[in-house]
DNA sequence: CTGAAAGCGCTTACAG
DNA sequence: CTGAAAGCGCTTACAG
């Protein structure tokens, strides 16, 4: 294991440390033939300049923390290739975890994120009322944050999100359009499904149906529970004539259930998802989807990671992202 | 920004830095009364000990770097929450390198990786002829290196895969049994695409079914590619009776074509994909495939490096790990 | 333009 | 049992 540091490159080139440094950093006022040995050396030995070390000199900070609550889930997955994307341009690295949807698995990795002095945490949060002050504690820190999906009240900072309510609006609006009028929901409690029961509302209201508590539903990010709340809906003396899933898991659970059941979709029932999937076009019954521009997400909050990091005293900014409705079969109706 | 260090701890507690460096390591010869102190002086202060520092101190590695080939296909997605989940018992962190199948980005990132001093590297590799040499440098550097996926002949390494050709033979033994005769597949040709297409001429030979070169494809990673093999395929004269696609995404693709024309699965034609897909019995040909144990290679692949760096010098170990045939509806029978 | 020296935040022999 | 000192690999004022 040949460790060679700045001192190996220097005596081979016959320098100081501080010269092999000031070449290394592109340092202007260093006389062109010592340069030129120096960078020789530097080829011949090999030598890559310790990060570690450089980091904690100057103090500088190059890692972006990413904490996701689910790298299974595809929707997560293209976020991260966003983050990913913006982070490489700048030379940054990315440390990435895994939450679990955990939240005390979640406030570990804090403690790690703040010990290896990351510039910046890029997070969604899993158990807002949990999760709150270790969040804020860092942010006081000087470690700006960005929220990434999910919301937590009466926590100012930058964040990212789609819009929710408005999606879940115009996919719901979309079925009651089609003549569907008992429209099942299944949604989840984070402040993402809350928003998205709400546009459901919206749009119930607006077309004067009333809501009907039995075709409400919540279900954990766990596709069995999904599962069994459709069988729940299906099994009504009065079954929906139509689903909104208000995430991709449950659409998949949904759609198990329905294949199942030997239900036709949309004849019996009709199915909206949020969440559009690579593979939704291939599904047995093609997805209609209110699609989540995902990989713009992970770039957006990357970029204003970096854009806190220039200009830590911005007002905080709350970017919403638009969703778009894409229509396949599974309504009944191209519109 | 209030910057605690071990200083500040060591100020307030009145001892010397030495002293609460002992009492965070769990030195055992430090006084019960002085420790409560330094203890109470680190909860009072929230002091995170900066892990920078001391990574360059002791020179410890506590970082696995894991570079792998395409973070939105789900194969990797659950080999990384394999070796996530490995990492987080040994308290270990991991830097998440996405290379999009370029080996000019992955050889960016191992000097990266070099530079951050991590422990050791978790990598899938792309083209396998450009990165041998960058590879074997680090490796000699030191720096343990596990293969996961696929190999790189002529180096010596730990590595872990799945039996593909074993997998790919029993995927295309299902059909033959089914009476299929004409079977197309479309492979790729990085090492685990031959590999496979080796277990397709395994099972024709051991049926003496020629080989027919008409039906056999190869195709890049990209979705589209596959979609224009799966049509030549299904143009020919005498279209196949069945098709072996050897990756996730050539099956989507191969799936949309078969939608498209109206083909019926099975009765048309039967398909089987290498890579099992948690959305695979929602397609609208439930698909029989070959699943791998994605989640056991990441934490396989986690396991051989803790080894590794317990022993450097034990011998190579190349682990292969056994797929399984899941029959579902794509061709015909359950069997 | 170049080098000697200080220091980033830790840990750990070495004395005592 | 505890502290002073050295040092991990860098960078950067400070002299010259």
Redesign the pocket.
């Known amino acids: 294991m040949p ?1 060679v ?3 190996t490159v220097a005596d081979y080139a ?9 070449v ?2 592109n340092n ?4 062109s ?3 030129e040995r120096v960078l020789q050396a530097v080829e011949i030995l090999g ?4 990060r570690v ?2 980091r ?4 500088s900070r190059d890692v972006i923390g990413v904490i996701i609550s689910d790298i299974q889930n595809p929707h997560f997955t293209s976020i991260i290739r966003g983050i990913e994307d913006v982070a490489y341009v700048r030379q940054m690295n990315i440390v990435l975890c895994n939450s679990d949807e955990d939240s005390s698995k979640l406030q570990t990795y804090l403690r790690v994120m703040q010990a290896e002095s990351v510039a910046g945490l890029i997070v969604v949060p899993t158990h807002a009322d949990q999760e709150r002050e270790a969040l804020q504690s860092i942010q006081r820190n000087g470690i700006p944050i960005i929220l990434l999906d999910r919301e937590i009240e009466g926590f100012e900072v930058d964040s990212v999100q789609v819009d929710h309510r408005h999606g879940a609006y115009e996919a719901v609006a979309h079925l009651i359009r089609l003549g569907r009028r008992r429209i099942g929901i299944i949604y989840n409690d984070f402040s993402t499904g809350w928003q998205r029961y709400q546009g459901y509302i919206d749009a119930l209201n607006e077309a004067h149906i009333p809501i009907d508590r039995t075709l409400v539903k919540t279900s954990d990010h766990k596709r069995e529970s999904s599962y069994d709340r459709t069988r729940e809906l299906m099994a009504l003396p009065v079954p929906p004539d139509a689903l909104f899933t208000a995430f991709n898991l449950v659409t998949l659970g949904a759609l198990h259930v329905l294949h199942e059941l030997g239900a036709r979709v949309p004849q019996d029932v009709a199915l909206v998802g949020f969440d559009d999937m690579p593979w939704a076009d291939e599904l047995f019954s093609p997805l209609t989807a209110v699609a989540q521009p995902t990989y713009e997400l992970g770039q957006t909050a990357a970029r204003l990671l970096l854009r806190r990091l220039n200009t830590p005293d911005a007002p905080f900014q709350n970017e919403i992202l638009p969703t778009q409705l894409i229509v396949r079969q599974s309504c009944g109706s191209a519109l």
Chains 1, 2 share one sequence.
Not at 28 to 31: I, S
Not at 47 to 50: A, G, K
Not at 56 to 59: A, C, H, I, P, S
């Open positions: 460790i540091t700045i001192q016959r320098v100081s440390r501080a010269t092999v440094s000031r290394l950093n202007p006022k260093v006389d033939e010592i340069r030598y890559q300049p310790n070390a450089r904690l000199r100057t103090q």
